[in-house]
């Protein structure tokens, strides 16, 4: 079985690979390839594994016996093209995902509640770059001016899947009240959450929450979910944290929303410009760490645990594939997710 490897792997997940994945498979690094190689090799090419965005979607048409696509991460909002959906519906191509990084994400979700309710960011630069030890601040912390609690706070998760599944169990551990907003709520009837709302009444879902984080996928139908529209909807003073895709905020209504004081702090982790420009420079057209604001680098997920997690679901799915068995983690990409 010839599986090709779309990134450039360290030498540290090559020897997770030698450990996990199966000995018959022939693994090449598209890399390694200059193009006339990769032409010759293509048409025998039985899984490709990458990223979303380094899988070569306008080179699938060549590789005739191509039987899976496997994304490392958790989104293949990069594989939604018209030509790659038509590849994948008439040839019968599977396409999977590893799914890793539910628990650091989860775990972010919670040290960014913190922090944006604590103001840590802003008083530690304050500490560190004016001495500021905000006695004033302390002397008014009845006032709510730094910040509250999470316990006793209610926590809205905008779609429950496995991400948002390990959100819930650490907030509650909190002591937060958790409820989600989906277009299934009879599907996590039993998730032990403190409610559900149905996917219609969104707007009325986000204001009952304090919290507000985003645990769905980019679609056409996703795009800008949070626009003027939805921030007015929110609570006053509540807070907003998005691990998923960029596109999923208005990036101009957020910033609106921070300034008129609407949203008390909002964390991302995720941009619009990433689909434009890439992880380069200042991350967002509007000045946003004025405010109560945590930007990180796209990097909520990323652990040493969670790439072995990674490499591991490949090594079980090309095992799996091997024998016939049925994949774990498989898409349905026409529905984007």
Partial sequence: MAVLLTWEPTDVELDRMRQT??????????????????????????????????????????????????????????LLTPDVKTQVRERGIQVARSNPCAIPMAEFVLMAMIALTRRTVRLHNSLV?????????????????????????????????????????????FGMRVGTVVRRPDAVADSGLDFVSDWRDLDDFLGRCDYVALCIPLTDQTRHLVDAGRIAAMKQGAYLVNISRGALVDEDALYDGLASGRLAGAALDTFESEDTKGKRGYPSRRPLHEYNTLLTPHYSGATA?????????????????????????????????
């Fill in 21 to 78: 994945w199966p000995d018959a498979s022939s693994v090449v690094r598209m890399g390694e390839l200059t193009p006339a190689e990769l032409d010759g090799l293509l048409p025998e090419v039985d899984v490709m594994v990458g990223y979303m965005r380094t899988i070569p979607g306008d080179r699938l048409a060549d590789a005739t016996g191509l039987r899976l696509i496997h994304v490392l991460g958790h989104g293949v909002d990069g």
């Fill in 129 to 173: 770059e004016r001495g500021d030890w905000s006695t004033e601040l302390t002397a008014r912390r009845a006032e709510g001016v730094l910040g509250g609690e999470l316990y006793g706070a209610t926590l809205g998760l905008v779609g429950y899947g496995n991400i948002a599944g390990e959100i819930h169990t650490r907030a509650a551990a």
């Fill in 305 to 337: 645990q969670s790439r072995d997690r990674a490499l591991a679901t490949v090594g079980d799915n090309l095992g799996r594939l091997q024998r016939g068995e049925p994949l774990r983690n498989l898409v349905r990409l026409a529905e984007g997710f």
